[in-house]
């Protein structure tokens, strides 16, 4: 049973994060959900859940900036202090920002914005988190289809998320003692405002994508919200250092 557990959710006002928010509620999972700059967003998520009979909060991150993670964990602390714990359960790294260089246009900054959130990002919040996490507790990585194959446009989003994957194993490796377990979640496309919109907004970006897809349509973020809500379920609970592509079967 998940009842009674606290999820730490990082880009949790929009899309797959948002999900997860929302469907772990409906475990009767509490959240402290994050968000850059979306506050209202947040906010509403977190009423969502409350509403669903899951207590949430939202608090302001940005997952690049590793120099403000010591005064974040400081903020969750005192956000559980309100939940009336000490440590929360369930931590899923799931903020992130999209990329559409190829290798002539791809800039160092861009490049370095993508390794400071989707890896330098991960690895560090992680680390400031961990003395906050229950021992036999659960983390989900987000990572991208696009770990697994080759896109136009794609040449540091999908190596950056290869990488978050090796980190996951890693994680899982060192965090056995605890009985923490790490895995892997890796959408496809989904239908949300992530790279703009592109693949929620725009009907012939769908047609193309649905035709490399064995079951013949984009992604929603309740298609993914609700494999990370299952994850981090008891019924996972020997699933570990895995990964979990969920794309309806892109490019098979």
Do not use: C
Not at 23 to 51: F, H, K, M, P
Not at 111 to 135: A, E
Not at 172 to 187: D, F, S, Y
Not at 232 to 240: E, H, I, M, P, Y
């Amino acid at each position: 049973m998940s009842e009674g557990k606290i999820a730490l959710i990082t880009g949790g006002s929009r899309g797959i994060g948002r999900s997860t928010v929302l469907r772990l509620a409906e475990q009767g999972v509490r959240s402290i959900l994050t968000y850059n700059r979306g506050r209202t967003e947040a906010e509403e998520v977190a009423a969502l859940a409350t509403e669903a009979g899951a207590q949430a909060l939202a608090l302001q991150l940005d997952v690049g900036d590793a120099s403000s993670f010591a005064d974040f964990a400081a903020q969750v602390r005192q956000a559980l202090a309100g939940f009336d714990t000490q440590r929360f359960d369930y931590l899923v790294n799931n903020a992130g920002t999209s990329s559409a260089s190829t290798l002539e246009t791809m800039t160092e900054a861009e490049m370095d914005g993508l390794y400071n959130v989707h890896f330098k990002g991960v690895l560090f919040l992680t680390q400031k988190l961990l003395p906050l996490i229950n021992d036999g507790g659960r983390i989900v990585n987000i990572s991208s289809g696009l770990a697994r194959f080759a896109m136009e446009g794609r040449i540091g989003y999908g190596p950056i998320k290869a990488a978050v994957e090796s980190l996951s194993r890693n994680m899982a490796l060192e965090l056995a003692p605890r009985r923490i377990a790490v895995n892997v979640v890796a959408p496809g496309p989904i239908a949300t405002d992530f790279s703009g919109g592109t693949v929620r907004d725009n009907p012939k970006v769908q047609e193309v994508l649905a035709q490399h897809t064995a079951l013949g349509r984009v992604g929603l973020p309740d298609d993914v919200g609700k494999v990370i809500a299952g994850l981090l379920s008891d019924a996972f609970g020997w699933v570990n250092a895995q990964r979990i592509e969920v794309a309806g079967g892109m490019h098979i």
